[in-house]
């Protein structure tokens, strides 16, 4: 019975690691798509910025 408990224990926490490693898998895909995604934000900011100046210009000109 002893032997039976302490394989049902190592089987749980078996488990339970492989639970913790599969969130961790799915966070740091989350982390990269999010720090792809914050790489063009700079980019897209400058661009709008530029095209702002770009129409005041053509306006007051």
Do not use: C
Not at 16 to 34: D, G, H, P, V, Y
């Amino acid at each position: 019975m002893s032997v039976n408990m302490n394989e049902l224990s190592h089987d749980k926490i078996q488990a339970e690691i492989a639970k913790i490693f599969s969130e961790i898998e799915k966070m740091r895909a989350e982390t990269l798509t999010i720090n792809n995604e914050n790489r063009w934000y700079p980019l897209i900011v400058g661009s709008i910025a530029t095209l702002a100046i770009v129409a005041i210009v053509k306006i007051f000109s």
